[in-house]
């Protein structure tokens, strides 16, 4: 198993800057390759990739509306994923979801990772 536990969302003013991080923890991790991700769900709307990166983290993946102001990084020695989110914009407002599956490449559909974390909240302010 692995457990996945987001920090560091809160309320922000548009143009502001926030970074998450998500530290993973259990045997699967430290024994396996596993790829991760940034998700996040609005109210209302479907939960969408944010960022992915692969277990090498030099295949990163940025959805089309965070390109060019979020970074997604990893640091393994720490089992831990950042994302890094500058100029953030009100529809950034969201929960956003750490997740991680088995195996190389990097994923961007929901559907095929295996472990979550419980959320955190990110608002942004106009």
């Known amino acids: 198993q692995v457990q996945l536990v987001e920090s560091g969302g809160g309320l922000v003013q548009a143009g502001g800057s926030l970074r998450l991080s998500c530290a993973a923890s259990?045997?699967?991790?430290?024994?396996?390759?596993?790829?991760m991700a940034w998700f996040r769900q609005a109210t209302g709307k479907e939960r969408d990739v944010v960022a992915a990166?692969?277990?090498?983290?030099?295949?990163?993946y940025y959805g089309d509306s965070v390109k060019g102001r979020f970074s997604i990084s990893r640091e393994n020695a720490k089992n831990t994923v950042y994302l890094q989110m500058n100029r953030l914009k009100p529809e950034d407002t969201a929960v956003y979801y750490c997740?991680?599956?088995?195996?190389?490449?990097?994923?961007?559909?929901?559907?095929?990772?295996?472990?979550w974390g419980q959320g955190t909240q990110v608002t942004v302010s106009s």
């Open positions: 997740a991680a599956r088995s195996g190389f490449g990097v994923a961007t559909s929901p559907n095929v990772y295996d472990y």
């Open positions: 259990g045997r699967a991790f430290s024994t396996n390759a596993m790829g």
């Open positions: 990166i692969d277990w090498s983290g030099r295949m990163p």
